[in-house]
């Protein structure tokens, strides 16, 4: 028969207490955070689980605001190539106006001063900005794309923007390849002549002479250029080169229009992606909701369960600790 010691009873007590305290104490927690995982022990599948979902959600804000980026950036591209092809549009009208040879000089020099300000507006146009970034300068943002002579001063670069996991767009469009024509574009010798001796006329204003020759050369024209020469033509009274320049500035509106299409096309795109990041933290937040919250009914249930269990132990060792050797003589 073994001897069971006074102190061997009371660490048994102890013990059964602590571990029913134990048990108490971690459905409090859980039931003051409605929590099923309050640390990784809890459940270690489920937290390397929820891990993960975190992570996603932490690449899915940074897309969102990728996304928000790019969408301004795109819309205020969107709206300047809408005033550019107005523009151009309108400086097409007037060069199918004056193409004729109804027409004094006189009005031609009128209608010149009005395609100097279509060019004018254009270079603005082409400089502009959002904040300190330009539009059109490559990923030479904080250079201004063009001077006053319509001389490309960025780079070819693209911004390329992240939207999605190893999903990237391009969020502008450069200066060179919107402004600039077709390279190896066959053109008249002739239509590059500079003539600044003319004392009659602005000598900023490059004077394109009629055409003496037929040699052709290799040359990369600019929308600014197209604008230049159709000005010159008007100022020196050269209906036959004003018809020549229409083909060129049908070719430059429809790049322009093209450029306004591939921004659509971008634009659906960010919002496609948007849509999907939306469902994908939709998704996340129920997989997290079923991995880390506690099930209310089952946890206060067995709240209360402890709670008698805690109250029937204290009982018991109530009684087990005011027994003496007397109590088992009798």
Do not use: W
């Not at 390397?48 to 990728?66: C, F, K, P, T, V």
């Not at 300068?137 to 911004?159: E, H, M, S």
């Not at 290799?218 to 320049?245: C, H, K, W, Y």
């Amino acid at each position: 028969m073994s001897r069971v010691s006074e102190n061997s009873s009371i660490h048994s007590i102890n013990y059964a207490v602590g571990k029913t305290k134990g048990r108490l104490e971690e459905l409090q927690l859980k039931g003051s955070t409605l929590k099923r995982m309050n640390k990784p022990s809890d459940d270690p599948v489920g937290n390397a689980e929820l891990l993960a979902i975190r992570s996603q959600n932490i690449d899915a804000g940074q897309y969102m605001r990728n996304i928000n980026f790019a969408q301004t950036q795109l819309a205020y591209t969107e709206d300047v190539l809408e005033e550019m092809t107005d523009l151009l549009s309108k400086a097409k009208e007037l060069a199918i106006g004056q193409a004729s040879t109804i027409y004094a000089p006189e009005i031609r020099q009128g209608v010149a001063k009005e395609i100097h300000q279509i060019r004018q507006q254009m270079l603005s146009l082409s400089n502009k900005r959002i904040g300190n970034r330009f539009l059109f300068a490559g990923q030479k943002v904080l250079t201004r794309p063009f001077d006053q002579d319509g001389k490309y001063l960025g780079d070819k670069n693209k911004i390329n923007i992240e939207i999605n996991k190893d999903v990237y767009i391009p969020v502008n469009i450069t200066g060179h390849e919107l402004f600039y024509g077709d390279l190896n574009k066959k053109l008249e010798k002739s239509d590059l002549d500079l003539d600044q001796q003319r004392p009659d006329i602005d000598p900023h204003v490059a004077i394109m002479r009629k055409p003496a020759s037929t040699e052709s050369v290799e040359v990369q024209s600019s929308v600014f250029d197209e604008l230049r020469a159709l000005e010159n033509a008007m100022v020196t009274d050269n209906p036959q080169l004003i018809q020549g320049l229409l083909e060129r500035m049908d070719s430059s509106i429809e790049r322009m229009v093209g450029f306004r299409a591939q921004v659509g096309a971008i634009t659906n795109t960010i919002t496609n992606s948007e849509t999907n990041i939306e469902k994908t933290k939709l998704v996340n937040e129920a997989q997290k909701s079923r991995i880390e919250d506690a099930d209310v009914t089952e946890l206060f249930a067995d709240l209360q369960k402890e709670q008698n269990v805690l109250k029937a132990t204290y009982n018991a060792s109530s009684k087990l600790m005011n027994t003496s050797l007397m109590d088992f003589l009798k």
